[in-house]
């Protein structure tokens, strides 16, 4: 639907048409429409590098998908291993590249515009930012189709994969992520994969990357589109095995050929706007890096199966990368580069503006006479130097890099004497990097060098010379005259006549142990120590580098006998030489050390969680005698008791029967050790604010009555006549809470009122609850202000999300509750059916309490919850109905202790408590269970992600049964849900009534030992982190019974 190409004729009658036609196949084939359709309509406001960010991050979700090919390629003949290996490296390159151009624009020295810069490693947002995901963390760190083919593809075959295969993945598993985190991992934004790629360590048995929870991700999905290189592969058939690899390259050559034109268009514009030759060389030296990666990057098609690639060869004849309009603007858009420096030096040489000329004609002699000065006085215009030399770099790049490199690949493929698939000879392919792109530029070097070589003919040979004298004095001041003449070893050339010897520098003594031998065998080698013009002894002895840039080299995959660009952060100080220190080893070389068992997925860590292998036998034997022998009984009630990792509930159980034989002194240990650990957990999960105060109880009722009772107080003041204390909250909180509110209705009193908001509908309900709010109490139209404003997150009756939008209903509140100048309202959010299910970030809670408790999601058992105390009203926390614990400093020697009409204190973090508590045992088990998130890196992103897979599978399943049903299944009546990303955990049905509810529980239990609950109509199924998907099949099985028996 992108294709700006018309009809292709069949015989065009000229070369043009011959060339479009070329094009039009060429494009069709690599399927270039879409992707260009992204790059060329880019979505920020200021898309200075939006373009550049798509096609890179294009080639490398086809590097992706290449690379999940290359794993699962099933044909017998092909070994994987090199293949992987060159598709790992183009990745690394890739990110690579992209790092240094949006570092590079970022450090250009443009200091007019460097207000405008669109750094990624500032606060967003900013004026022109790129657009980030939504304020839910949930899937923004995973935004790539590409990624997901690759994850599911390492874990269908890791675990059939040879050792050194194994190896071998991990280790370019561990290269690219560490790329990733290398390059981008100072943004404040991240790139929207990481969770996916943390996946994919785990795979291979790396530790996973962090993921920072509340982090801001880019909407990678809506700058890059990575669907449409998805759909180049789905949306095709290819009937050859190495067509889609053939066509991928090209497509990946197409999007950096872009960007290097890019670059280049970039570096014109330093000129046109800026006149900052520094920055346009840099520019061009970023195209120049683009250029050589090119040419590695075709070469990977030398990994086809020749067979293979002869089959598809012949059927896609009459088009090739002769095709590629990217490539062809190349070399004429490179060569104009020179224009801009000659005008700059014709105006200062004062000459006359000339056509520019690059040959053998009156005009090129007088542009190497300006550019013969440039060269011989570098200080004086060291910018225009620096671009002139940015320029003999890309004519390297892409004569050297590409088009030398694409000669390479038709040797190498189809053979020196072959002809391609436009029946053209590779030979002919020689002309396009033995063509010179600014002879002027070579011809101006070699002059240099001969009027210099005039200039100095006295000192020729000057260091050399020196250098011997003072060797052939040590040599005779030691008597070793065994070694042969330098001068026979020089030749002629020296200026001095005396018997010189070889130094002895210019030897390196090269020691091999014998295999099974003592003897070693010393070879000499001679090293001729000329310089290049780098400065870098080409034949130096070689220096290892210092181990930190061993390491880097080694993680990143990089060649360390390549010579990288002097700005490069690899580069091995030193240059070739120094770099070549450490000989090169195949990764086919590599030995494989002893590796522990890895899990295959994600799934297998999690399966081990919830695991009762390891536990003790007394154990097993009471959860066996519990259950009367029937261990297949499978609980869906997540929403009601969460179910306890087992080894996690062992280690706990042991920790306190150690405690309670340790008696009074466990004191110290629960709230010196315990407690504040649990504190570091909650603030965890949740991301609370660092200075707010958790306070404990042994559950969200005793802690929201006694937070309560601190609003009752004036009810008890005598001089408070005609004080009101006014509650808001809606019509379906938890039984609890809800009988309190009728119990204080009941009593009459006109000094308390209570009023609530309907919940349904949902869509609404934030509005109208805040609207509520801005009203305030009584129906005068001037409400008085409240006292305490209580809502759920998630209601207890259906399970379902109420609160769609966390942040925006909290401010939405909290912004009517200051416009009237109530806050001193406790605005109270109940997050008891999200904590540890729902990804939640409580980082605006900046005058909002969140009460909930351990029973369910963590899976901690019952008696211990927790209310989180905003910094604000921490001194406030003084309630009236209180316990010795609520200020222990009445226990320290200095005390006077309490007696009656002693001082009531209160300390923050104790200030709700009572008297002695008794939430120990779940506080341990909580406290273990998160231990083996963090030792496992579970968090609330990946147990939400887990039951959000599972509700699909229940889901589809429910959706099948109900339409074969024809409509009358007793499960028609499912409850509309909210969007993954807020949705509870708990699916609910409404049946006709509280009867069939509960007739539908009993059913299931009776006939698959499945228990479910009800509350009123409502049937409810809690799905947990614990739930296999062998248990939705289970689960599917006996509600079609049920369904059956019911109807």
Known sequence: SFSKNGPIEAEPKNKRGRDEKIRILYEEYISLHPVMHVWENPITLKPDLEPTFAAAMHGVELAFILMAEFVSDSRYYVVKRPRVELIAEDIVAQIGLLAEIIDGELEDDTIDDRENTHSLTQDFPFDGAPPTASSYNFNKARQSPALDMLVDAI??????????????????????????????????????????????????????????????????KALVRPHVIMDTFQNKIYEHTEDFFFRSVH?????????????????????????????????????????????????????????????????????????????????????????????????????????????????????????????????????????????????????????????????????????????????????????????????????????????????????MDRITEEHNGMLSRSNNSSIESLSDLRGSNSSSNNDLSVPASDFVHIERSNSGEDEKETKEVFYDANLDGSGHGNGAPPQPPIEGERKLVDMLA???????????????????????????????????????????????????LYSAKNVPPVFAQAYAAEMAGNLMTVSFLDHAWGKTPPEAHVAATKRQFALYQRGNSAWDVIFGDLLPEAITHIKWILDVREESVIEFGHNSHELISRLLSIKLEKLFVDDAVGEKCRILTTDTEFYSFTRQMNRLMKIGSKRIEIEHVSIEPIETFESRFTAKVKEGAGDSGQGAKWDMVYVSQCVY???????????????????????????????????????????????????????????????????????????????????VFTGWIADPSVLAPESKGIKMGSDVGYIPGFSLMGGTPAFMPSLLIFVEVMRRWKEMNISVIHAHRHVMELHKAFIKGIEAMVARSGGTS????????????????????????????????????EIGDIEVDSRKMYVRFGFGFNHNIEDISKLLVTCEKVQDAIN
């Open 797 to 879: 009756s259906t399970q379902e999300t109420i609160v769609l939008d966390l942040d925006r209903f909290t401010e939405g509140v909290s912004g009517a509750l200051e416009e009237r100048d109530n806050k001193e309202c406790f605005f109270v959010v109940d997050g008891y059916h999200g904590f540890g299910a729902i990804p939640t970030s409580l980082q605006s809670f900046e005058n909002v309490f969140y009460v909930s408790g351990m029973l369910k999601h963590v899976g901690s058992g019952a008696n211990c919850a927790f209310l989180i105390v905003p910094e604000a009203k921490v001194e406030m926390m003084k309630p």
């Open 155 to 220: 874990t269908n075959v890791y675990g059939n994969l040879s050792g050194p295969e194994q190896y071998s993945l991990k280790k370019v598993i561990r290269n690219i992520t560490g790329a990733f985190q290398t390059y981008f991992g100072d943004w404040t934004v991240g790139i929207g994969l990481e969770e996916q790629l943390s996946e994919i360590r785990q795979l291979v048995g790396l530790p996973p990357l962090k993921v920072e929870f509340g982090r801001r991700y880019l909407d990678y």
């Open 558 to 608: 990089i060649d360390p006998t390549s010579n990288p660009p002097p700005g490069c952060p690899f580069h091995v100080p030193g240059g070739n030489a120094a770099a070549a220190a450490t000989p090169k080893t195949s990764r086919r070389d590599l030995p494989v050390s002893p590796r522990s068992p890895t899990p295959k997925s994600f799934d297998s860590i999690r399966r081990r």
């Open 970 to 1005: 007793c499960w028609s009546g499912m409850r509309p849900m909210a969007d993954e990303a807020i949705r509870s955990h708990s699916i609910t049905f409404v049946v006709n009534n509280a009867e069939t509810a509960k007739k539908v529980v009993e059913l299931m239990r």
């Open 251 to 463: 497509l990946g050559t197409e999007c950096w050929a872009f960007i290097a034109l890019q670059r280049l268009d970039s570096a014109k514009k330093q000129l046109a706007t800026y006149s900052h030759w520094h920055n346009a060389a840099a520019h061009i030296l970023s195209a120049t890096h683009i250029l050589s990666y090119l040419g590695d990057h075709i070469m990977m098609l030398t990994s086809m199966i020749l067979r293979d690639y002869l089959r598809l060869k012949v059927e896609i004849e009459g088009t090739s990368g002769e095709g590629s309009s990217h490539v062809k603007n190349l070399r004429q858009t490179v060569q104009v580069l020179i224009n801009p420096l000659m005008d700059r030096l014709r105006e200062l040489d004062g000459s006359s503006p000339t056509p520019h000329d690059t040959g053998d004609s009156d005009d090129g002699e007088e542009e190497r006479r300006l550019l013969l000065s440039l060269y011989a006085n570098p200080e004086k215009q060291p910018g225009l130097y620096s671009y002139a030399k940015s320029l003999e770099a890309i004519e390297s790049g892409l004569n050297g890099g590409f088009y030398y490199k694409h000669f390479c690949l038709a040797s190498n493929v189809i053979g020196s004497g072959a002809k391609g698939t436009m029946k053209k000879s590779v030979q002919a392919l020689k002309v396009m990097y033995e063509r010179a792109l600014f002879p002027n530029l070579d011809m101006t070097r070699s002059q240099l060098g001969k009027v210099i070589d005039e200039e100095l003919a006295k000192k020729k040979g000057r260091i």
